[in-house]
Structure formats: structure tokens, C-alpha cells
T-cell receptor
Framework: EPEVTQTPSHQVTQMGQEVILRCVPI?????FYWYRQILGQKVEFLVS????????KSEIFDDQFSVERPDGSNFTLKIRSTKLEDSAMYFC?????????????FGPGTRLLVL | GNSVTQMEGPVTLSEEAFLTINCTYT??????LFWYVQYPGEGLQLLLK?????DKGSNKGFEATYRKETTSFHLEKGSVQVSDSAVYFCALTRNTGGFKTIFGAGTRLFVKA
């Protein structure tokens, strides 16, 4: 069964450093998402991406964040200058969005720790 | 705005007990409703879904019915197992203006042998 994959599974970085989190969505999906989950808290929407552009972003997704689909398979989240509070599990998701109904399939997550 | 409220945990049950985790939602339009499960140290797995009113989603013995009149999507299982111990998230996905998913806070379930 096709699945969303994410790399790396864990990343440790110093505050102020740039990180890139990578995702390979399911191949025929058209909608791509990033969510994050701070330890012990709820899963929060960051951004959705469709047709090579951001379709919606949350207030969390400020100028430090960017997303890109550099080729036909990868979908990346870049954090330009990490802060301690960016430490979280980051989930990528993808979906088809057929007939106005969407089911999102989530990757296993990347656990980011900012020191 | 759209939101999801689910019962606080943790919920602790003995094996073979009946499980209910309550979930209610607030939404404009007609969202799709989901339950996701997160096992310790793992990601989010889709457990079941319902896309319109009165639909029943079911999987692995779990069930939930989309009740528009009560704006609820309660998760039930007749006989839980130790392996069901996990965090369960109720969620809705808007079906207009983008497919942003909004999650409840999660309910941790412990099942004792």
C-alpha cells in the first residue's frame, strides 16, 4: 500500500540554524500539507500546498517557514532560523481531494529538537 | 470557526471493556470527520472516516457515526485489547475552500490486561 515517507526521522539542530524537512507524498496525490505536534499537545495545521503554490497557511507559518516542491516527488519544509519553540514532531500529509472530499494520509513524522 | 472537542483523558480500561471516546465538532458547511490513532513513538494512522451525515465509519472493531443533529462523531469499540493502547485524535477536514484538517486535543487510552 502506498504511503507517505519523511526524512530524517529525527533531527537535532542548534538555535538559529536552518533545517529542511523532506517528504515524499503518495504519487497520485495533489494536495500536500505540513502539520506539527509539540510534545504532548494537539496536532496543528501549518500549511497546505496545491498546484505549486500555498493554498492556506496558519498564523504559525510565519516568514521563517517556507515550502517547496522542487521536483515531481519531494515536498519540503524549510525553517530558516530555528527557535527553541520550533522543537516538535512535524508531519507531512498528502491527499487526493476527489469531488470535494479529502482524506489525508500522514507520514511517520520528523522529530525536530532545537537546542 | 471550525473546532473539535474531545473528551479528556487518560481513559483507563480493562481488557474486553467497552470503549467510548466522545467527540463533538463545530464547523461551517459539511466537513468530513475522522479518527486518527497514534501509537507510542509513531505517527498518525487513519483509523476511520465518515464523509456525510449518518455515515458510519468502521475499522478494526472501532466505529463512529457522523451525527449532524448533535454535531458528534463518538468513537466506540465493543471489546478493547491491550494493543489498542494509544492516543486517539478526532479530526475534521473542511471540504470547501481548502482541505485544512483540524484536530481535537487527543485522548490517551490505556488498556490493562
Amino acid at each position: 500500500e502506498p504511503e507517505v515517507t519523511q526524512t530524517p526521522s529525527h533531527q537535532v539542530t542548534q538555535m538559529g540554524q536552518e533545517v529542511i524537512l523532506r517528504c515524499v507524498p503518495i504519487s497520485n496525490h495533489l494536495y500536500f500539507y505540513w502539520y506539527r505536534q509539540i510534545l504532548g499537545q494537539k496536532v496543528e495545521f501549518l500549511v497546505s500546498f496545491y498546484n505549486n503554490e500555498i493554498s492556506e497557511k496558519s498564523e504559525i507559518f510565519d516568514d521563517q517557514f517556507s515550502v517547496e516542491r522542487p521536483d515531481g516527488s519531494n515536498f519540503t519544509l524549510k525553517i530558516r532560523s530555528t527557535k527553541l519553540e520550533d522543537s516538535a514532531m512535524y508531519f507531512c500529509a498528502s491527499g487526493v481531494g476527489v469531488a470535494g472530499v479529502e482524506t489525508q494520509y500522514f507520514g511517520p513524522g520528523t522529530r525536530l529538537l532545537v537546542l | 470557526g471550525n473546532s473539535v472537542t474531545q473528551m479528556e483523558g487518560p481513559v483507563t480500561l480493562s481488557e474486553e471493556a467497552f470503549l467510548t471516546i466522545n467527540c463533538t465538532y463545530t464547523a461551517t458547511g459539511y466537513p468530513s470527520l475522522f479518527w486518527y490513532v497514534q501509537y507510542p513513538g509513531e505517527g498518525l494512522q487513519l483509523l476511520l472516516k465518515a464523509t456525510k451525515a449518518d455515515d458510519k465509519g468502521s475499522n478494526k472493531g472501532f466505529e463512529a457515526t457522523y451525527r449532524k443533529e448533535t454535531t458528534s462523531f463518538h468513537l466506540e469499540k465493543g471489546s478493547v485489547q491491550v494493543s489498542d493502547s494509544a492516543v486517539y485524535f478526532c479530526a475534521l477536514t473542511r471540504n470547501t475552500g481548502g482541505f485544512k484538517t483540524i484536530f481535537g486535543a487527543g485522548t490517551r487510552l490505556f488498556v490493562k490486561a
